[in-house]
Structures are given as structure tokens and as C-alpha cells.
T-cell receptor
Framework: KNEVEQSPQNLTAQEGEFITINCSYS?????LHWLQQHPGGGIVSLFM???GKKKHGRLIATINIQEKHSSLHITASHPRDSAVYIC????????????FGTGTRLTIIP | SQTIHQWPATLVQPVGSPLSLECTVE??????LYWYRQAAGRGLQLLFY??????ISSEVPQNLSASRPQDRQFILSSKKLLLSDSGFYLC?????????FGPGTRLTVL
């Protein structure tokens, strides 16, 4: 079973700062997901990636398959980015089941 | 476009009562469907997944069961709720490039 670890668990930053959240996993995967969960509980998928790098607006996700590590970056952070960011992986067995990290609670102070 | 519905949004039930949570998906056919739970202060955990009608796989031993009576319908049930069943329940389906999550049901067992 894959073990997914995220760091930091909590992160508080000033508006405008560059944010990095890290994720590592223990076993080979078919894909890694970055999810965003807002206080109401709803979850939105930000990225799914299996190699390289993806960018969407101020968000950038990278993955290093050899090192089993991914990072989520937020540039020019804003209070509306405050949320829990969750890393999740799907294994290589084709059933698309997700194994989740425990999440990183991000708070951006104006 | 793809849409995923869950109901009810919130539910308060006494210990020992039955449970039925429903999830329906629109805009796709033969999706892989998933039930996840997020207990208070904990990460997301996969409970059940289904790759087709009548096909259910359970990930953890528990007080819950799942059924898939139709292609785009996924139901989570319990005959007798326990206090430990409290949590936030999310239904999801696997698209080609991401997983789509429903709005969730917040269940409180008293």
C-alpha cells in the first residue's frame, strides 16, 4: 500500500508570498493528484500529473517520478487561496483508486 | 458536461438507525465510482469503489455497505449506524484526466 506524506501540515503566509507544498509517496504510481478543499468541505481537483510539470494560472505542480516526490507552488498568494491542499496518488492497477495524504492547511493573511 | 449529485447535504441520525446516501452522475457512462469518508480531523479514506453495475469492492472492514443498482447510481448504506460513522462522505467518479467529486454529505451520528 502506498504511503503518502505531505509537508508542512500547516502553513501561514502573508499575501503575495510564494508558497510551496510538498508530497512524497512510497510506491510507484500511475498518477498524482493535487486537490483543494475549502472550509465547506467541497473538493476540487487542481491537477493530475504523471510526469513533468503543469501550470494553471498562479498554480504550478511538478513531479519527479524517480524521487517519488511532487510539489505544488502558488505564486503571488492571495487570501482566497486559503484552503486545505491534498495530495493523492493512484496506483498502477488501473482502478483509479486514490490514496490520500493528510493535507496541508494553508492560511494567507492579507 | 459531467455533473455529480449527492444527497442529502447534511444528516443527523441517532446511533442504531439506518443510513442511505445516494450519488448520481450525469454526462458520462460506465464510470468508475467511489465513496470516500473524511472523519473529523483526519484525512480522506476510500471506502468502496465500483467499476460497473453490481460490482462493489470494499477497502476497509466496517459497518457500511455500498450498492450500484444502475450505471450512474451509487448508494452507501448502513443497517445500524455507529458513533464512529460520523464524518464527511464524498462520492467521486474517475474521468480521463481527473477525479470529479460530489458536494459531499456531512453525517453526524448522536
Amino acid at each position: 500500500k502506498n504511503e503518502v506524506e505531505q509537508s508542512p501540515q500547516n502553513l501561514t503566509a502573508q499575501e503575495g508570498e510564494f508558497i510551496t507544498i510538498n508530497c512524497s509517496y512510497s510506491v510507484g504510481i500511475s498518477a498524482l493528484h493535487w486537490l483543494q478543499q475549502h472550509p465547506g468541505g467541497g473538493i476540487v481537483s487542481l491537477f493530475m500529473l504523471s510526469s513533468g510539470k503543469k501550470k494553471h494560472g498562479r498554480l504550478i505542480a511538478t513531479i519527479n517520478i524517480q524521487e517519488k516526490h511532487s510539489s505544488l507552488h502558488i505564486t503571488a498568494s492571495h487570501p482566497r487561496d486559503s484552503a486545505v491542499y491534498i495530495c493523492a496518488v493512484t496506483d498502477n492497477f488501473g482502478n483509479e483508486k486514490l490514496t490520500f495524504g493528510t493535507g496541508t492547511r494553508l492560511t494567507i493573511i492579507p | 458536461s459531467q455533473t455529480i449529485h449527492q444527497w442529502p447535504a447534511t444528516l443527523v441520525q441517532p446511533v442504531g438507525s439506518p443510513l442511505s446516501l445516494e450519488c448520481t452522475v450525469e454526462g458520462t457512462s460506465n464510470p468508475n465510482l467511489y465513496w470516500y469518508r473524511q472523519a473529523a480531523g483526519r484525512g480522506l479514506q476510500l471506502l468502496f469503489y465500483s467499476v460497473g453495475i453490481g460490482q462493489i469492492s470494499s477497502e476497509v472492514p466496517q459497518n457500511l455497505s455500498a450498492s450500484r443498482p444502475q450505471d450512474r447510481q451509487f448508494i452507501l448504506s448502513s443497517k445500524k449506524l455507529l458513533l464512529s460513522d460520523s464524518g464527511f462522505y464524498l462520492c467521486a467518479w474517475a474521468g480521463t484526466d481527473t477525479q470529479y467529486f460530489g458536494p459531499g454529505t456531512r453525517l453526524t451520528v448522536l
